[in-house]
Nanobody, 121 residues
């Protein structure tokens, strides 16, 4: 069983940066595909960034060039560096992991509790 715990959320002004972390425990994540998702109030959850076990990444168009997903398998941790933040980025951010996931539309077995990101204009 994999447990995921996000941290690093907070409140920033537009144009600012935050780095989210997702610490995994209970199992090594090096063979897992992992993703960051977000859910804004009144909106459906959307995939933000994805990274597979080989390091291949994918991003939703709205964050390309601003967000970077990375993983440190030695630390069993997933990251999301978010730069040039916009008010539209305001949401609860969740990390997820799955051995067989190939993208945002896959069914992920493991989810964290989320960390709130609020961007003010």
């Amino acid at each position: 069983q994999v447990q995921l715990a996000e941290s690093g959320g907070g409140s920033v002004q537009a144009g600012g940066s935050l780095k989210l972390s997702c610490a995994a425990s209970g199992y090594t994540i090096k063979s897992f595909s992992m993703g960051w998702f977000r859910e804004a109030t009144g909106k459906e959850r959307e995939g933000v960034a994805f990274i597979d076990s080989g390091g291949t990444t994918n991003y939703v168009d709205s964050v390309k060039g601003r967000f970077t997903i990375s993983r440190d398998n030695a630390k069993n941790t997933l990251y999301l560096q978010m730069n040039s933040l916009k008010p539209d980025d305001t949401a609860m951010y969740y990390c997820a992991a799955d051995y067989l996931a190939f993208g945002f539309d896959s069914d992920y077995d493991y989810w964290g509790q989320g960390t709130q990101v609020t961007v003010s204009s």
